[in-house]
């Protein structure tokens, strides 16, 4: 286990069970022992299962842990992704941290799945965004994977994305070119993506050297076909997609011609995955 996700865990049942479990204390035999399944309650792609075993050995590492069915797999309702067999207790203890994060992850790869079905006959590729949950951005960037999508940078220090925010407007094209000069004599590792809100921006930016990607920021499907058309033939700089994208427009946007289209409700928005704890008698 990573260190990351080792001190989720621990804060997380750290929240949860305080000082112990006061309900197992008093209404559960300290000797009982008990066998579970982790039972997926819905259809959908898990992620978080192998995170979910490690809940369960934190709590009590004599409990017998089987993983079932490993993450990014697409699974039906009622298939079993675990089987957990030990004290009760301990079982109880683990069951609610264990399941927070198994529904809240294979709910990103769940709807990430969803839009990446919606255009997988196009030359376009789903991507994930910084709009995560604090602390858990790399669980759920690895469930947008799962999903199979892909990862946007994870943070400000592995891509420089020059957005409306930097004043690229005011700049003028002469000094963004010099800064991305700059830039890449001193980290020639990092990428740079700049976003345009109009084709005017994107013609200059296509113009520039040293622009790996561009955004292209709530553009309607006819003004994307153009800044396709526009890069011409060229492979590079890539084109991504991006503003209030949903299921019911993804489609056309892929069609357009773009490598890229980010969506923020993939970590924002994805609703958690029913998958519950079922006790069977030894």
Request: avoid cysteine; hydrophobic fraction near 50%.
């Amino acid at each position: 286990m990573n260190d990351h996700s080792a001190i989720l865990i621990e804060l997380a049942l750290a929240e949860d069970l305080g000082d112990g479990d006061v309900t197992a204390r008093y209404f559960i035999p300290e000797d009982r022992r008990a066998r579970a399944f982790v039972t997926a309650r819905k259809a959908g792609v898990v992620s978080g299962v192998a995170l979910a075993a490690r809940v369960f050995s934190k709590v009590d590492p004599g409990l017998l842990v089987e993983i079932l069915i490993a993450d990014a797999s697409r699974v039906s309702d009622g298939a079993r992704l675990m089987v957990v067999e030990g004290k009760a207790r301990s079982i109880l203890a683990a069951e609610r941290t264990a399941l927070n994060f198994l529904q809240r992850l294979s709910g990103v790869a769940t709807l990430t799945a969803e839009y990446v079905a919606l255009v997988n006959d196009t030359p376009a590729r789903i991507l994930d965004t910084r709009k995560t949950t604090p602390g858990y951005r790399l669980l759920e960037k690895q469930a947008v994977v799962h999903g199979g999508g892909v990862n946007h940078r994870l943070g400000l220090y592995d891509r420089a994305m020059v957005k409306d925010n930097h004043l690229v407007a005011e700049n003028g094209a002469a000094a963004i070119q010099a800064a991305i000069h700059r830039l890449l004599a001193d980290q020639p590792g990092i990428e740079v993506e700049l976003e345009a809100d109009t084709l005017d921006q994107v013609r200059t930016f296509l113009a520039m050297d040293g622009v790996a990607h561009i955004l292209l920021d709530n553009m309607t499907d006819a003004e994307l076909r153009e800044a396709v058309a526009a890069r011409g033939g060229r492979a590079a700089p890539q084109l991504e997609a991006s503003g209030g994208v949903t299921l019911q427009t993804v489609r056309a946007i892929a069609q357009t011609g773009v490598d890229f289209i980010s969506v923020g409700a993939l970590t924002h928005s994805a609703p958690a995955m029913d998958i519950g704890l079922d006790f069977m008698p030894l």
